[in-house]
C-alpha cells in the first residue's frame, strides 16, 4: 500500500496548460496543450488540477451541453498513481456536473480505465472504433454535398439534437460558417463540420452519412471515431480495407441520453461525442 500523500484540487490557470504537455499517455496521439487553449476561455468549459509540492499531478476537465456534461482528459502522471488521485479528479467534476443541473454525465473510457468509473457509478453506453486512412479514397464529386447556408444553421443544430439526444448549440455555433450539408430533394440529411475536433459527421441515412465520409477522406490523414452499432460507417470503411486500430467505451453516469448511434458517422474529439 502506497503512503498516502497530501495534495490540493484547484482550478486549471491559462498559465499552468504549457505544464500538461507531457501528461498524456503516448497511445492516445492526443495535443493537450492545443485541446485546453482552444477550449479554456468557452463558458461551457471547465478544468482543474491536482497540485502536489507544487507539481501538478494529475488534471481533468469537463464540457455542459445544457442538460448534459462530458469529463475528459482524466489523467494522472504514472509516479502519483495509486493515491486516489484519478478517483478525486472524477469526483470532483461529477459534483461540477450536478452543480451545473446536469442528470447525465458522459465520458470515454479506455478499458484500463473503465475499473476507476465503474466504481463511481458509470455504466457503460456503447463501444467507439478509430479509423484513419493514411491516403486519399476515391470520392467522385456530387452536387449533393454543398457549404451550408446560413439560412440552414438552425436546421443543422436540430439534426444534431436528433442524432446526439444533446443541445450541443453553444459548441457548435463557432463552426458552423464553414459546414457543409448533404441535400437531397431540398432536404438535408446530414452534416460535416471540417473546423472542429475530428471534423464530425452526422446524419440521418447511410446515403448521407457515407457521402460525407468519402468527402471527408478523400484528404489524407483523417481520422473518423463511430459508435460500432454505426454498421454503416463500418462498412464504409471495411470496402476501404481500412480496419479499426483502437476502441472506447462510452459510459455515462445518472440519464442516458436518447441518442441515435447510427447516425453519428464521426463524434467530434477525443472524450467527447
Not at 450536478?98 to 475499473?115: H, K, V, Y
Not at 472506447?248 to 448511434?261: A, C, D, K, Q, Y
Request: aromatic share 12%.
Amino acid at each position: 500500500m502506497n503512503t498516502k500523500i497530501q495534495y490540493t484540487i484547484e482550478d486549471l490557470e491559462y498559465a499552468d496548460i504549457p505544464l500538461l504537455s507531457d501528461m498524456p499517455p503516448r497511445d492516445w496521439e492526443f495535443d493537450i496543450v492545443s485541446f485546453m487553449k482552444r477550449f479554456y476561455h468557452q463558458s461551457w468549459f471547465y478544468a482543474i488540477k491536482v497540485v502536489h509540492d507544487e507539481v501538478i499531478a494529475g488534471t481533468g476537465s469537463i464540457i455542459f451541453n445544457n442538460g448534459t456534461s462530458w469529463l475528459s482528459n482524466i489523467i494522472v502522471r504514472p509516479e502519483y498513481r495509486e493515491h486516489g488521485i484519478g478517483s478525486a479528479v472524477t469526483e470532483r467534476l461529477l459534483e461540477v456536473s450536478r452543480e451545473m443541473e446536469c442528470p447525465s454525465c458522459l465520458l470515454m473510457a479506455t478499458e484500463a480505465g473503465r475499473r476507476l468509473y465503474d466504481r463511481l457509478g458509470f455504466v457503460e453506453d456503447g463501444m467507439f472504433c478509430y479509423y484513419r486512412n493514411n491516403v486519399p479514397l476515391p470520392f467522385s464529386p456530387t452536387g449533393n454535398i454543398t457549404p451550408a447556408r446560413n439560412d440552414e444553421l438552425q436546421v443543422i443544430l436540430q439534426l444534431d439534437r436528433q442524432v446526439t439526444g444533446e443541445n450541443r448549440g453553444e459548441m457548435l455555433s463557432g463552426h458552423l460558417h464553414r459546414a457543409h450539408v448533404y441535400r437531397k430533394n431540398r432536404e438535408i440529411s446530414g452534416f460535416y463540420l471540417p473546423s472542429l475536433g475530428d471534423e464530425p459527421v452526422i446524419a440521418t441515412d447511410a446515403e448521407a452519412g457515407r457521402a460525407l465520409l468519402g468527402f471527408k477522406h478523400a484528404s489524407p490523414g483523417k481520422t473518423t471515431v463511430i459508435p460500432e452499432e454505426n454498421l454503416w460507417a463500418a462498412d464504409f470503411f471495411r470496402k476501404h480495407d481500412i480496419k479499426p486500430f483502437s476502441c472506447r467505451i462510452r459510459m455515462v453516469h445518472g440519464l442516458r441520453p436518447n441518442w441515435n448511434p447510427e447516425g453519428v458517422f464521426c463524434r467530434i474529439e477525443g472524450y467527447y461525442c
